[in-house]
T-cell receptor, first 116, second 113 residues
Framework: GAGVSQSPSNKVTEKGKDVELRCDPI?????LYWYRQSLGQGLEFLIY????????KSGLPSDRFSAERTGGSVSTLTIQRTQQEDSAVYLC??????????????FGEGSRLTVL | AQSVTQLGSHVSVSEGALVLLRCNYS??????LFWYVQYPNQGLQLLLK??????LVKGINGFEAEFKKSETSFHLTKPSAHMSDAAEYFC???????????FGKGNQVVVIP
């Protein structure tokens, strides 16, 4: 597709379960970001991948959160032992290498996670 | 780290009236500043950006923003609101050192007929 694709669009899970969220970036974009959007909290940075460099994981809120990016393309965000406070919309964005400086981040529609 | 402040989570504006969304930033270096818009059930899209060229920046759908260094502001305006402007608007600043955008909490704009 032409845009950033995220799946699932909606996920309802029980507290304590693990979830995986997938992001397929725009072809040719070397930078990939995960953000979390909570009600009234804006967008919270989680993790950033740039090419083959080590990812910037400084935004991950706890060690229950992890992400990987295979082959420089598709990324998976994994949340282990989910808690109710993890309920949010998880947004993925991709850009060319200089995206953060030019603001040209292209966002997917997000994965809405609800933890019961 | 750089940050932005957006006050007033919900903003109501009458159709045809001025839209004004305020954004103030904190930065120790000249920033790059952005406004993004999120329409219902859609992803965020770039509305306009300031990258140290002209201080008055024009974006899509009739929006514009002015960078004022003395006020550390980057307020977004549109002279006449349209029903289709109902959306959430986010101000963001580029954190050069960490290759990421820092976003404000957003303004939910409601347009009243």
């Amino acid at each position: 597709g032409a845009g950033v694709s995220q799946s699932p669009s909606n996920k309802v899970t029980e507290k304590g379960k693990d979830v995986e969220l997938r992001c397929d970036p725009i072809s040719g974009h070397t930078a990939l970001y995960w953000y979390r959007q909570s009600l009234g909290q804006g967008l919270e940075f989680l993790i950033y991948f740039q090419g083959n460099s080590a990812p910037d994981k400084s935004g991950l809120p706890s060690d229950r959160f992890s992400a990987e990016r295979t082959g420089g393309s598709v990324s998976t965000l994994t949340i282990q032992r989910t808690q109710q406070e993890d309920s949010a919309v998880y947004l993925c964005a991709s850009s060319l290498a200089s995206g953060a400086n030019t603001g040209e981040l292209f966002f997917g529609e997000g994965s809405r996670l609800t933890v019961l | 780290a750089q940050s932005v402040t957006q006050l007033g989570s919900h903003v109501s504006v009458s159709e045809g009236a001025l839209v004004l969304l305020r954004c103030n930033y904190s930065s120790s270096v000249p920033p790059y500043l952005f406004w993004y818009v999120q329409y219902p059930n859609q992803g965020l899209q770039l509305l306009l950006k300031y990258t140290s060229a002209a201080t008055l920046v024009k974006g899509i759908n009739g929006f514009e923003a002015e960078f004022k260094k003395s006020e550390t502001s980057f307020h977004l305006t549109k002279p006449s609101a349209h029903m289709s402007d109902a959306a959430e608007y986010f101000c963001a600043v580029s954190d050069h050192g960490n290759n990421r955008l820092a976003f404000g909490k957003g303004n939910q704009v409601v347009v009243i007929p």
